[in-house]
């Protein structure tokens, strides 16, 4: 009876995670360098107060934050979840996937509450409280993106391949930067 042992068993030496590579991290990293790219319009935008900016500026603005609104709303960190759970229960993955759900909810409250002040009849008549409102919104979406990258090295350090903590590094010296 010639028959294979292994056949339909679980692969010797297996892992139940995989190694996260360069590749794992792009749609990610593209996602975090559109919010910042946010990020950098609305300072831009508070700097400049009391101006108004151009209308095609400000559409594209505004267009911009109901995106981020949609995805915040379907931002369940399934993606980051399956990268960073081992299979195991763990606390500590948990409560900082938990910290990246409310930040991303955060996030889009903020960008809610931005597109109804722009949706009132002036929003620039009280700059002082449009720039306070803008500052908060790109302080908490910037701090939001670090605190995630620095959470994926945090939980996955070990599994990162060189390449793909180079960009998670990059990114983050990136953020100093700015």
Do not use: K
Not at 78 to 86: D, G, R, S
Not at 97 to 120: G, P, T, W
Not at 154 to 174: I, K
């Amino acid at each position: 009876m010639d028959r294979n042992p292994l056949q339909g068993s679980v692969v010797p030496f297996a892992r139940r995670w995989h190694i996260i590579q360069e590749i794992d991290l792009i749609r990610l990293l593209q996602e975090h360098r559109r919010r910042l790219a946010l990020c950098g319009q609305a300072e831009a935008m508070a700097d400049a107060l009391p101006d108004r900016p151009v209308a095609a500026t400000m559409t594209l603005f505004l267009q911009a934050l109901e995106t981020l609104v949609t995805r915040g709303e379907q931002a369940d960190g399934a993606y980051l979840e399956a990268m960073l759970c081992n299979g195991l229960t763990d606390p500590l993955t948990d409560t900082l996937l938990d910290h990246i759900r409310h930040r991303h909810e955060a996030d889009a409250a903020a960008a809610r509450e931005l597109a109804a002040a722009f949706a009132e009849a002036d929003a620039f008549a009280a700059p002082e409280t449009l720039g306070h409102m803008l500052r908060n919104f790109f302080t908490g979406c910037r701090r939001a993106v670090d605190f995630e990258q620095l959470a994926i090295i945090a939980l996955a350090g070990h599994r990162l391949t060189p390449s793909a903590r180079g960009l998670l590094v990059d990114a983050l010296a990136e953020s100093v930067a700015a």
